[in-house]
Structure formats: structure tokens, C-alpha cells
């Protein structure tokens, strides 16, 4: 495994990630925030998406400032992070139809990446939600991520997406650790089989072997979440995907 150190590696920054979109990425990170803080942690979540901006969205939240305020010099970045009680976590909101974070200027990326690492002095994790595949952004994040959480599904194009995704970080060291979490899984075999495909791959041809964080099902509560714009874990922490998301998030 690649660990060559970084000045910036912070062990507290974590990147949720993945190779394709819609598996689940921002549904999974703010449900584990709030595990996490369930756990007792303080923990600030980074709406990194910015084309796609919806961790807002998926929790009904109209954040009366977010990264675009940041970006504008509006405001400082510890200015515009704002918390969603109930969630008992804090949020930097990204901003929609803002383009990408790698359309950024250098200064203005050199704003939130110092931003980033400067809230890691106040918060136990700071999480990165960030947009799916290989963008400069993630690529430029990845060197002050100590971890990536690669989230997949059981779908074989999921699959090979993560595994280009882990190829292309993994080529340019320093890269940070590798973890998997399998989403939308019919079962727990059908999870450790999707999770071992990717693991031979990466073992085979990387040199790489990735640990499973956790293996979440398919849950209608989920989407029904989603739906009602309030995390899974407020509106049904005994469905069966309240359930396990509360178990990867003791391994994280
Ligand atoms: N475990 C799950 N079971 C059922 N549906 C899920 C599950 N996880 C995510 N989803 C659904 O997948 C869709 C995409 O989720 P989202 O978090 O927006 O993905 P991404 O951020 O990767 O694009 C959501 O509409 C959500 O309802
Ligand atoms: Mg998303």
C-alpha cells in the first residue's frame, strides 16, 4: 500500500468517493456523519459536489451560507459551515450548477483546500463528499486525504469504474489509503461478493489490498429518506440500512 507521507495528510480528513455517480455517495456520507456523530465525534461534512451541490437538498437544509460565499470572498470558510441539529454534525453547503471544483482558480482552490485543513484542528473527521470519478479536484484533494472511501454497488459497471478510479489515484503516489464500502447490496453475500471482485483486481494488478469498511443493503427506508428530505438514521434507525451504516461506521 502506498503511505508515503504528506505534509498536509491529515488522518482526520476522509474522502467519501467513488468511480460512477448515483451509488449512493452523499446519501451514505451524511448517514455516516451522523453515526459518527452518534459516536460522540464532532464532524464536519464538505459538500464537495459542487455541480451536483445535495447534501443540502437531501436534508431539506437552505444553509444561509455556503461554498459560494467562500469562493466569492465573502465570508471566511469557518464563516459559512452551518449545523444541522438534529443530525447533531456541521455542514459546509456546496453550490449547485456552480460548476466543478476543478474549474476553480488556484487561489480560490488554495482557499478551501486551507479551509479544509484548518477545520481539521476543530473536528474529529472532516468529511469530503466529492463528485464521482477521477476529476483534478479529487486528484488534488487526495494528497490531504489520509483515507478515500470508495464507495460501490454490486453492479459490475460500479465495479470497474472504482477499480479505474483506485488505478489512476494509486499511479500517482502519494495516494491515500483505500477503503470499500459496497452500497445497495441485496444481502451480505451479495456485498462480499462485489467486494471481493474489486479486492482481486486490485490485489492482482495494483498491488492493493483495499479493507471492506462495511456492506449496506438495499432499503426502501433509503430512498424513502431521501425522499423526506431527513437523514435515514432519524427517520428509521432500525431499518435494515440504518442498521448497517451504523456498523461501518464503528470501522471507520
Ligand atoms: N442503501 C440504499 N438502498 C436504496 N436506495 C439507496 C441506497 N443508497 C442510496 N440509495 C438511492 O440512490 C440514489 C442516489 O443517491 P446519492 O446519494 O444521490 O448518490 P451519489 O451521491 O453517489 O450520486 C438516491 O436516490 C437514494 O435513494
Ligand atoms: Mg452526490
Known amino acids: 500500500m502506498t503511505?508515503?507521507?504528506?505534509t498536509a495528510r491529515s488522518p482526520?480528513?476522509?474522502?467519501?468517493?467513488?468511480?460512477?455517480g448515483g451509488v449512493g455517495k452523499t446519501w451514505c456520507a451524511v448517514n455516516l456523519c451522523q453515526a459518527l456523530a452518534q459516536q460522540g465525534k464532532r464532524v464536519l461534512l464538505f459538500d464537495g459536489d459542487l455541480g451536483l451541490a445535495?447534501?443540502?437538498?437531501?436534508?431539506?437544509?437552505?444553509?444561509?451560507?455556503?461554498?459560494?460565499?467562500?469562493l466569492s470572498g465573502a465570508v471566511p470558510f469557518a464563516d459559512a459551515i452551518s449545523r444541522?441539529?438534529?443530525g447533531g454534525f456541521d455542514i459546509l453547503a456546496g453550490r449547485s450548477g456552480s460548476g466543478s471544483l476543478s474549474d476553480l482558480a488556484p487561489a480560490q482552490f488554495a482557499l478551501v483546500r486551507g479551509g479544509l485543513l484548518e477545520q481539521t484542528k476543530r473536528y474529529d473527521r472532516v468529511i469530503l463528499d466529492l463528485g464521482a470519478g477521477i476529476d483534478r479536484t479529487v486528484r488534488?484533494?487526495?494528497?490531504?486525504?489520509?483515507r478515500a472511501v470508495v464507495i460501490i454497488t454490486p453492479e459490475p459497471t460500479a465495479l470497474t469504474d472504482a477499480y479505474a478510479f483506485i488505478k489512476v489515484l494509486a499511479a500517482k503516489p502519494p495516494a491515500p489509503?483505500?477503503?470499500i464500502l459496497v452500497n445497495m447490496a441485496d444481502n451480505a453475500a451479495d456485498g462480499e461478493r462485489a467486494y471481493?471482485?474489486?479486492?482481486?483486481a486490485c490485489q492482482s494488478f495494483l498491488n492493493l489490498s483495499p479493507q471492506l469498511v462495511g456492506i449496506i443493503r438495499r432499503d426502501k427506508a433509503a430512498a424513502q429518506s431521501i425522499r423526506s428530505q431527513t437523514s435515514?438514521?432519524?427517520?428509521?434507525?432500525?431499518?435494515?440500512?440504518?442498521?448497517?451504516?451504523?456498523?461501518?461506521?464503528?470501522?471507520?
Open 177 to 179: 489509503e483505500f477503503q
Open 3 to 6: 503511505t508515503e507521507t504528506n
Open 140 to 146: 488534488a484533494l487526495s494528497s490531504d486525504v489520509s
Open 232 to 252: 435515514l438514521l432519524s427517520l428509521n434507525p432500525k431499518s435494515p440500512a440504518a442498521v448497517d451504516i451504523l456498523a461501518a461506521a464503528g470501522r471507520l
Open 54 to 70: 445535495n447534501v443540502d437538498i437531501q436534508l431539506g437544509l437552505t444553509p444561509a451560507k455556503d461554498l459560494g460565499h467562500v
Open 84 to 86: 444541522y441539529e438534529k
Open 12 to 20: 482526520k480528513l476522509l474522502a467519501i468517493a467513488s468511480g460512477k
Open 196 to 200: 471481493k471482485t474489486l479486492l482481486k
